[in-house]
């Protein structure tokens, strides 16, 4: 089973994400800071169905020193990740200019932050680009090709089966 991670996938559009996932044959590996009823029922559907295919794992993604570790984690405990849905965020009803920066300041450490550090964690760690710089005697050498990596997109109608491509 290839491993997915949904942030934000205790409710809403990131739990009707995770469910999918799982019926399509992906492990959804749900991060949240709390698990909710509807993504504990989930769980006892989805695990009935195909056991180990829905995973909640506790996190605030506000603590963005502690992403590097919960990906490592990830990866130990479930294996490599194939694919990652940001889906976390915070928004608020106040207008922008009553806001205190306080305010300002979580808000886009969560929303814009926070998924760029994941990203950079799940793909960094798979990537070869990353490891190390070509040594000079390899340096004339034409470069490597960058590896695959798959992204997903989810139409608003959800046809029967899960869109895939491939990004170069």
């Keep these: 089973m290839r491993n997915v991670i949904v942030t934000g996938g205790s409710r809403g559009l990131g739990l009707g994400i995770a469910r999918r996932l799982t019926q399509c044959g992906f492990r959804a590996i749900v991060i949240a800071r709390t698990e909710s009823d509807a993504l504990a029922e989930a769980q006892r559907e989805a695990n009935a169905a195909q056991p180990g295919s829905l995973n909640f794992v506790p996190f605030d993604l506000a603590q963005i020193e502690g992403i590097p570790d919960?990906?490592?984690?990830?990866?130990?405990?479930?294996?490599?990740?194939y694919g990652l849905v940001n889906n976390a965020g915070v928004s608020s009803d106040g207008v922008l200019a009553l806001m205190s920066?306080?305010?300002?300041?979580?808000?886009?450490?969560?929303?814009?932050?926070?998924p760029i550090v994941l990203t950079k964690?799940?793909?960094?760690?798979?990537?070869t680009l990353l490891r190390s710089p070509p040594s000079p005697?390899?340096?004339?050498?034409?470069?490597?090709?960058p590896p695959r990596h798959r992204?997903?997109?989810?139409?608003?109608?959800?046809?029967?089966?899960?869109?895939?491509?491939?990004?170069?």
């Design 70 to 81: 919960l990906v490592k984690k990830l990866r130990a405990d479930l294996g490599p990740i």
């Design 121 to 127: 964690h799940v793909v960094g760690a798979s990537s």
């Design 151 to 168: 992204s997903w997109a989810l139409p608003a109608r959800w046809p029967g089966k899960l869109a895939a491509w491939e990004s170069m």
């Design 101 to 114: 920066t306080r305010q300002i300041e979580q808000m886009v450490r969560l929303n814009t932050t926070s």
């Design 137 to 145: 005697a390899t340096a004339a050498s034409p470069p490597t090709p």
